[in-house]
């Protein structure tokens, strides 16, 4: 009984032969009006009111997972360009290394001034734009610092 009242019902929702499904007259020949009504209320119930809501709740998911991917990628292109843009410049690995954890004024001058004696190695208290690029690469920094 369950299999034919679903297959009945199944017929009744796509629209199907739905008057061949349930009987709407009984044998004596009235109008069975218990099979009409329940019809009646099954096509307003399902077909009109819980199949639209199901398909905007599924609609609503699949618009907002859409959504979330898209700005998922957005966001990843900009921290890429951000990475891509914060390695931009030759001295970017100095200049974090120096200004990391610095105390005050003074500590960041010392830091510059251990800097300076790293790079002037001859001890001249000057460099040349040579001295300074040879003296750049010799520094441990990843990526190399370098000049063009």
């Not at 009504?37 to 599924?58: D, E, K, R």
């Amino acid at each position: 009984e369950f299999d034919k009242a679903f297959i009945a019902l199944f017929q009744v929702v796509s629209g199907n032969t739905w008057i061949d499904s349930l009987p709407t007259h009984s044998p004596e020949g009235s109008v069975n009006f218990g099979n009409v009504l329940f019809l009646t209320s099954f096509i307003l119930v399902v077909g009109w009111t819980l199949l639209p809501i199901s398909m905007a709740v599924l609609l609503n998911s699949f618009f907002l997972i859409c959504e979330r991917v898209e700005k998922e990628e957005i966001l990843g292109r900009i921290e890429e360009a951000r990475r891509a843009d914060s390695a931009a410049h030759p001295l970017d690995p100095l200049l974090d290394h120096i200004t990391r954890n610095f105390v005050d004024d003074r500590d960041l001058s010392n830091r510059l001034q251990n800097l300076f004696k790293i790079l002037d190695q001859e001890g001249s208290k000057e460099l040349s734009f040579q001295e300074l690029c040879l003296s750049f690469r010799k520094l441990d920094f990843n990526p190399k610092i370098y000049f063009k």
